[in-house]
C-alpha cells in the first residue's frame, strides 16, 4: 500500500506555470512507478505522464509534451509536475497515481485526492 498527497494545485493565467508535488508514503516509495492523470468537468479521467521508478524513463500525453515535466525525488518520496505554458485546457483535477509498473493510461492501482488547476485565459 502507498498514500499520496497532491499539492502544488491552484488558480493561474494562461501562458503561466504551476508546480505539482506528491508526497508518497507507506510502501516503499521507490519501488513504485508514478505517474500523473487529470479529470476536466464532465470528461474522463484521462493519462497525462508517468515516470519510471529510477527517473529514467518517463512519458507523455501528447497534449502536454514539451510543456510539462515529470521527476521524482525518491530521498523524499515525492513526484513532481512541472507544467508550463498553461492553457484554458488545462483546467481539471490532477491526480497522483501509483502501481507497480509504468502506466500510460489511467489504470493505475492507487490515487490520490486530487488537486484543482484552473487556467484562466
Known amino acids: 500500500q502507498v498514500q499520496l498527497v497532491e499539492s502544488g494545485g491552484g488558480l493561474v493565467q494562461a501562458g503561466g506555470s504551476l508546480r505539482l508535488s506528491c508526497a508518497a508514503s507507506g510502501r516503499t516509495f521507490s519501488s513504485y512507478a508514478m505517474g500523473w492523470c487529470r479529470q476536466a468537468p464532465g470528461k474522463e479521467r484521462e493519462f497525462v505522464a508517468a515516470?519510471?521508478?529510477?527517473?529514467?524513463?518517463?512519458y507523455y500525453a501528447d497534449s502536454v509534451k514539451g510543456r510539462f515535466t515529470i521527476s521524482r525525488d525518491n530521498a523524499k518520496n515525492t513526484v513532481y509536475l512541472q507544467m508550463n505554458s498553461l492553457k484554458p485546457e488545462d483546467t481539471a483535477v490532477y491526480y497522483c497515481a501509483a502501481d507497480s509498473e509504468v502506466v500510460v493510461t489511467t489504470d493505475y492501482d492507487f490515487w490520490g485526492q486530487g488537486t484543482q488547476v484552473t487556467v484562466s485565459s
Open positions: 515516470i519510471s521508478w529510477s527517473g529514467g524513463s518517463s
